[in-house]
């Protein structure tokens, strides 16, 4: 299956953004790490943050995942190149719904690490929620390891 990353157009970014806004705040609620009251402005708030000048942001670079004639997915990525290797953070990575379970996940894993490859960056990094078991079974198969660990308990 081919997959290609196309870098996003100012439309398709508005589209994805608002989405991103609404998902990311119901993983922080469903993780337990935001109450769900405000949760969608606190993240507008925090994306916002991290591109304060959406897909002008340097050091950020956004694309769609086209496979088929059609778009399939999104890829946020971030790089560093300060520290002593560059490295890039996923900050957003995902599969179309009704696009999932055909492998495109993973293929749209692999063209992250090609593009950082043809980038020269050494590290690709990532987080997950745990609930997202679907996820992390991907990640751990495709030699992502576990480098750092949050847990909570909830006292009554």
């Known amino acids: 299956m081919s997959l290609t990353l196309q870098p996003m157009t100012p439309e398709q970014f508005a589209s994805w953004n608002e989405k991103l806004i609404v998902s990311y705040a119901?993983?922080?609620v469903e993780a337990g790490a935001w109450p769900e009251r405000g949760a969608v402005e606190r993240?507008?708030?925090?994306?916002?943050?991290?591109?304060?000048?959406?897909?002008?942001?340097?050091?950020?670079?956004?694309?769609?995942?086209?496979?088929?004639?059609?778009?399939?997915?999104?890829?946020?990525?971030?790089?560093?190149?300060?520290?002593?290797?560059?490295?890039?953070?996923?900050?957003?990575?995902?599969?179309?719904?009704?696009?999932?379970?055909?492998?495109?996940?993973?293929?749209?894993?692999?063209?992250?690490?090609?593009?950082?490859?043809?980038?020269?960056?050494?590290v690709l990094k990532l987080h997950v929620f745990a609930h997202n078991e679907a996820a992390v079974g991907l990640y751990e198969s495709s030699g992502f390891e576990t480098t750092d660990l949050?847990?909570?308990?909830?006292?009554?």
Do not use: N, Y
């Open 26 to 28: 119901h993983d922080k």
């Open 43 to 122: 993240s507008r708030h925090d994306i916002g943050a991290d591109l304060p000048l959406g897909l002008d942001t340097p050091g950020h670079d956004l694309f769609v995942a086209r496979s088929e004639g059609r778009d399939v997915g999104w890829l946020w990525l971030a790089t560093d190149t300060t520290g002593p290797a560059p490295q890039a953070f996923i900050h957003d990575i995902e599969v179309v719904e009704g696009e999932r379970g055909r492998g495109l996940g993973r293929a749209l894993l692999e063209a992250a690490e090609a593009w950082c490859a043809d980038h020269s960056i050494a």
């Open 150 to 156: 949050s847990m909570a308990k909830q006292i009554r």
